[in-house]
């Protein structure tokens, strides 16, 4: 089922989203991950769909978009409240029917892609807004989780200030001994 992660920036979202793909079925396909904030309006549609040979002026070769790369996989789509409701529609029909059409292409290709997302945002209100889909907001919401700040979980801190103090030392051990 579609998974969708909220919390704050720096909870691990993405490690999250991580965890569940090497735990499914899907683990064995790839996981491709894309930050929905930075791409560009004018190329969302590529990116995510794909393109045919001469969809556009100075085009050549043609692309898969990441849904058809990762057929039988899994895409997190961090940072979901930030894609435009075009792209939020086409996305819909992913979901949906697990149709994608390319750009410059009349043909419907299909796939098998399961969505994990995430964001910081609010994205009940972003519907109230009509900044988000509505059905789309309860197609990704299947599953969700909520992870909680830092600063929420105690102990928490400590495991992960020693995690990364072990994985420094163990990195510049080689450097320090060099030097003694």
């Known amino acids: 089922v579609p998974i969708l992660i909220l919390?704050?920036?720096g909870t691990g979202k993405e490690l999250f989203a991580q965890a569940i793909h090497k735990s499914s079925r899907r683990s064995e396909k790839p996981m491709k991950t894309i930050n929905c904030a930075v791409i560009h309006e004018n190329t969302a549609d590529a990116t995510l769909f794909g393109w045919s040979k001469g969809a556009w002026t100075g085009s050549v070769g043609e692309g898969k978009g990441l849904f058809l790369e990762c057929d039988g996989g899994t895409i997190f789509l961090d940072e979901i409240g930030d894609l435009s409701l075009e792209i939020q529609t086409k996305l819909l029909r992913v979901l949906q029917q697990g149709e994608v059409q390319r750009v410059?292409?009349?043909k419907?290709?299909?796939?098998?892609?399961?969505?994990i997302a995430a964001t910081n945002?609010?994205?009940r209100?972003?519907?109230?807004?009509g900044k988000f889909r509505e059905d789309l907001f309860y197609r990704i919401n299947v599953g969700m989780f909520k992870l909680p700040a830092l600063r929420d979980r105690?102990?928490?801190a400590?495991?992960?200030a020693e995690h990364f103090l072990e994985k420094i030392n163990a990195q510049n051990a080689g450097i320090i001994s060099k030097y003694n």
């Open 7 to 9: 919390g704050e920036t």
């Open 104 to 106: 410059g292409d009349g």
């Open 108 to 115: 419907v290709g299909r796939t098998d892609v399961r969505i």
């Open 121 to 123: 945002k609010d994205l």
């Open 125 to 129: 209100k972003l519907v109230i807004e």
């Open 154 to 156: 105690g102990g928490d």
């Open 158 to 160: 400590v495991l992960i």
